[in-house]
């Protein structure tokens, strides 16, 4: 019988942990903590009787994550990580910069993002589908808004380090990377070059700088 | 032609003060940012050429609104007062407690909050529709949610002053609060003491605390 | 076999009875009914082979529910009862009342409510975000709409059995009633006591009569 | 003064009468009465203070309409008629049926609906998009659901009359009803005698019984 | 073990086979193919290593469908045989006319259509909820929209074969084809003498011709 | 009174020109083609007794946009353009491309398009949230979908011009272009160098390459 329960357990794993479905419209009930046994799952709800106030309380974006090496670092705390959010439409996240640490271009295509200086002075700004730039430096309690679907981006430019926390309407906004988006996942070398105009050497090095 | 001009903004004023339509579901357009002069519009963007940074920019959350009085202030930010969140589908509020301050039992009847702990010891929590709390300490990092339209509260348990900022998935979330919603708007007293197992001069009591 | 078959409904059903996922929007399909084997399920609609006119009829709301007690009952049909209303957005209500008979204020988080008076004088009302009631006597063949997530009350005001028929624009609206939620519920005195300027006597009383 | 505003009401009205846009999604506000002295536009809201419970109630379906000279008669009630439904994504309809009246085949376009009879005995169904019928005779107290967009139709077959309320999960649910839609509208003769197999003068007479 | 596995896909197969709920809203990740072995899920997604650009073309409508016998054929282009359209809120069809061929009235209960002459000349037309007919004869590049869910038809006036594309904004708009949902699906004939016109012989000539 | 009208109509204009509030959720009638004279507006509906066939037929793509120049052309056809498509919830373009003409990497931020290859041989594909490429070469009748809001791109690799249609569930989808909204909008240096590991002369090339 174990046996058998193993293997049905992979099986029910294999199908759920990648299941989807739904939408962040209105929630069919008061909320649907994901079965922690088969996390993360988006299909079926624990027994209410099971939930508990853990399940809807997050503590991973106390400190900030590593930007020693790159400058930047983000936790993205989507239902995938919380799985209290689902069905809840909502998300966030927790960046940190260096001095002078870049968040680069990038877009969320299924969420807004509201995002709230926590401390530093941080340019940032989106570009509208005129190709208008929005920017400024935020300061300490400045909130700013990234309208669905736009590139944004975002630079420490004080001299210490700075911290954001940005919120967004989804449970999953997905999450875009300009550079390695399109330098970095493989995008035939034509397109590229013609679509930014480069020679075969300078794509190459743009490539060989973004593929994993 | 001034009186007509300013007798026709002042008809117009009345007519989409007051507007409304539309709902959260997904924009139309990039963004939609109300005309200023005719604030707070909800029907007519303004021309985007006028449309500026400022416009996606909130700095009105940087210090605490006053607490001292009740213990307990709060900001909230929707498009009413931050018209840049027109048809974004979020907006979000600043919550102070002085130590032992209350945020009454309310609730949002369009949104889920998400609840970022900025400083201080707060206990939080909400009850579902089967009567069950899910209450805990949140502390300084802690993100707790609340799902949409469900009665929360929250009270300042530390030994210092605490702040909250909380987001939302819609612009405009609605408010209730429990005590002067049902003590203080003039419900019929019948209601009320059956309702509760009040008698007349218990009620009168708490609505005469609740009434404005 | 057999064993295996059982031992599999119950790890399907404990699965599947608690699941939710979805949403009041537009549905894919004509219809889902759930397998009645598995019922109540949202998740797995019946072969449409084995779906039949009974699956869209239900007769359990022909008589009154028992309102002797308390002076009032009410027989919430929503798709965790009736199966065919799964996907389709919509659900409804019956409700008793005896001479003087009251509808605690309660909401529904997820649903506008249509009331139809089939017969009695019935006090009726809701308190918008403002706290502003509106109510009046209601008479048989009056219809009143509650807004979304606004608090409603009700109260036979008439001399003899009043009835109505609610219908929502969610196939699971949810209710909360306030007494019950906020004093029957289990929130920490301190809230309760500041929130509504209750003494612990007072606030003992109330919590006593609400606690299941 | 007077000349112009009279004029500028002109304008104003024949821009808003005939607006729309919006959705029945989730609504920005608590309610959006719109104004009385222009409805019914579904743009501009009355300002709340002048929103009194008299905008939510609905007295138009207490006594039926008149089913004399065809047998049936209805009286739907959209926020067309009843302005205060605006924004809040629910409508209703009260039919009633002389004996061996008919409702003809019809469907909604964009709203479930829900069925539920007041008196009589009424032979009830629907077809869903695999021509399956799906029908049975309803007696006082049961309620049947129309999944949205499929067609639907009802006959007295009891020996008395029958009333039915409906309620739909849209402010406007829209109605076609297929033999006017078909045979009345003028759809071009071949399109109709290919379509239904008919010659020309059998659809002669169907459009002549159905032309308007 | 081969048997049991046998046996549990069977199992799923027939849950899921028929599974649903969702909706046309926002998907809540880049795309949710469903798992091939198990075609066609609306639940569970391929794990996303296992998707290939196969999975969002579709190369079945290169050629028109048979309309030899009936002057027109069409191909619907659903999520049930195009799975990648999955959560995406999209669809489309090819249809082909001989000359003289009809498309019947129908119409798409959950989705507008937007329609491109690929060549031929075609009368297009539909019918509003007023019983207005909007039709004209689209040549070769011409494009026409048919609002969500009302009756539209088409026939090919050209001397040469006529061929469409049409595209839905659902993954599933369904279609109910007027003459054989009215007259082929077992309306009681009661309903269909009366609301038709009919007597039993004319009527019965019409059910003899659209029954299957 | 000339004088005032003229004035009025300004007003009005620069108002509503610029409105937009709404989605592309369900309509809430059949169809709102936006007032001719005041067009585009996407508030104000035509009376319906001035709507005809016309405003459902667009006849604007029947020939190719000029890609002379940059190997590539495309007409978007968005409510703007065709008024008919406000509050439907589709639009459409089309595309036409010399030979090894490119459509540079792109998204839309508020749809889902599918493609349909009219002639040619085209290498398309899309890039997801993982930065896997899903890319392949399309020939005439072959289908291809994009999901919401992923970057994609596409290049005539045949050996005669190619021809596209794409068809989008948004009436408004929104178009971003990568290499000018990146290089050609004016975000800061700074941020591009970082981010995309480019000096300050590389920069310098692109942004001059890109901006208008």
């Known amino acids: 019988m174990k046996k058998i329960s193993a293997w049905f357990r992979i099986i029910l794993l294999s199908i759920i942990i ?10 069919l009930q008061d909320y ?10 988006f299909l079926a709800c624990k027994n209410s009787s099971l939930v508990t106030v853990e399940d809807f309380v997050f503590s991973g974006i106390k400190s900030a994550g590593d930007s020693k090496k790159t400058g930047f670092s983000s936790i993205p705390v989507t239902a995938a990580v919380f799985p209290g959010l689902n069905t809840l439409g909502v998300s966030f996240v927790r960046a940190d910069f260096e001095v002078g640490g870049v968040n680069v271009p ?3 295509p299924r969420a807004t993002e509201v995002a709230f200086v926590v401390e530093g002075k941080i340019y940032s700004g989106f570009v509208d589908s005129k190709n208008r730039v929005f920017a400024k430096v ?3 309690g400045d909130v700013m808004v990234f309208p669905r679907g736009l590139l944004h981006f975002q630079m420490n430019v004080g001299n210490s380090r700075a911290s954001i926390i940005g919120s967004f309407n989804s449970q999953n906004p997905g999450l875009v990377k300009i550079p390695s988006a399109v330098f ?5 070398e034509g397109v590229l070059e013609k679509g930014f105009g480069l020679n075969a050497k300078e794509l190459s090095k743009l490539r060989k700088k973004f593929s994993s």
């Open 18 to 27: 990648h299941s989807a479905s739904a939408s962040d419209s209105d929630p």
């Open 32 to 41: 649907c903590v994901p079965r922690p046994d088969l996390s993360p799952i």
């Open 106 to 108: 990038h877009y969320h």
């Open 138 to 140: 935020l300061e300490k």
């Open 184 to 188: 970095g996942s493989g995008i035939m």
